[in-house]
């Protein structure tokens, strides 16, 4: 039986090295559902085993201790799998904004110390990652691919449907494909990882010149995720439905969406980016119970709720982050829709919660 252990604040339950959390979860919960990706589930057993693969995988290719990963991914499974992959090898991951251009994508690389990129076949990205490879001298581009995420018969049609979201994937020395990387039987070369080490370098960009990396280790990330927990009152393991649909390569969603979920054995509810329509479909179909947001999406929900009846029911604690969140915004979400929404402020270099208002 699942441990239903509440959760201890206490040091050593805050401070340990991120992989360990999945190894929790997976070991006290492995058939609970873990991600949901448009209506793909993986347990987190599957999803400790996946990034098993993806760490040996990884180790062929050379992550060693220290080594810069790049993960350019939208909201995906890929993105939580690679993030937990290269820490259990030891490396590092550098956060890349799908978005970036080929600017801000080479002097990220550059500044960084990248190695290797993971990234997607979608022609809104890949391409201009594939060309900031060549230049900048990558190692590897490992190729994820949008149609194996998705539910079987969805999967089916969209390379069919979306034909001209795919991209064509070179077939060079540089790049392999995510299916090629996890070829393997999941048997890893054991790593050290000290709670004080490296474990993200996620860029800002401040007020000021270029966009800086914030360097945190696995103790800022574990340590703040746990403050969080404490605060707003999670008591429990394995009762939770985070929705995601902040992206993950931002520290917000980092910690409040992927941390916070493995840390609590949650229901990860990826959604690739936000669309009104599909987010309350979504919502409907999976009934989330907690859902981080910024205060734009805050006020077009509550648009929405003003013309049309929303469900919201199963939202018990909203969070508000990013920017300022306006008083009106927040009473009249609160009037509409009867959650909890609590608003948050933070940045880059506290991984990133400073502070919230109570529940």
Not at 68 to 84: D, S
Not at 205 to 221: D, F, M, R, S, Y
Not at 285 to 310: C, G, N, Q
């Amino acid at each position: 039986m699942p441990d239903q252990t509440a959760l201890a604040p206490t040091l050593e339950a805050a401070v340990q090295p991120i992989p360990a959390l999945l190894s929790a979860s997976a070991r006290n919960f492995a058939k609970s559902p873990a991600i949901d990706f448009m209506g793909r589930v993986w347990t987190y057993a599957e999803l400790d085993h996946l990034v098993d693969r993806a760490t040996a995988g990884l180790q062929k290719l050379g992550v060693v201790h220290g080594t810069r990963v790049g993960l350019c991914l939208p909201n995906t499974p890929y993105a939580v799998i690679f993030f937990f992959a290269t820490l259990r090898a030891g490396g590092v991951v550098v956060n890349y904004n799908p978005l970036y251009v080929e600017r801000e994508l080479r002097h990220a690389i550059e500044d960084s110390g990248t190695e290797i990129m993971i990234t997607m076949d979608l022609a809104l990205i890949y391409p201009k990652v594939a060309r900031v490879a060549a230049a900048t001298g990558l190692r590897k581009l490992v190729v994820c691919s949008m149609a194996g995420s998705l539910p079987r018969l969805k999967g089916l049609l969209f390379p069919l449907v979306r034909r001209r979201d795919v991209a064509a994937i070179a077939t060079d020395a540089r790049t392999i494909r995510y299916e090629a990387l996890i070829r393997n039987d999941g048997r890893i070369a054991p790593v050290a990882i000290d709670p004080g080490d490296t474990a993200i370098l996620q860029y800002t960009g401040g007020t000021t010149g270029v966009p800086k990396a914030a360097e945190l280790t696995h103790a800022n990330i574990t340590s703040n995720c746990a403050q969080v927990i404490d605060g707003m009152g999670l008591n429990n393991l394995g009762q939770e439905r985070v929705m995601g649909v902040l992206p993950l390569f931002h520290v917000f969603a980092l910690t409040t969406v992927m941390i916070l979920s493995v840390r609590t054995a949650s229901l990860m509810i990826l959604v690739p980016r936000f669309d009104l329509d599909d987010t309350l479909a979504t919502i409907a179909r999976t009934r989330p119970t907690m859902f981080p947001a910024v205060p734009t999406i805050y006020t077009v929900l509550v648009e929405a709720a003003a013309r049309r009846k929303i469900d919201l029911t199963s939202i018990k604690l909203c969070i508000s982050g990013g920017a300022p969140l306006p008083v009106e915004t927040r009473q009249r979400f609160m009037e509409l829709t009867h959650c909890e929404l609590m608003e948050g402020y933070g940045l880059s270099e506290t991984s990133p919660v400073v502070s919230f208002t109570p529940p």
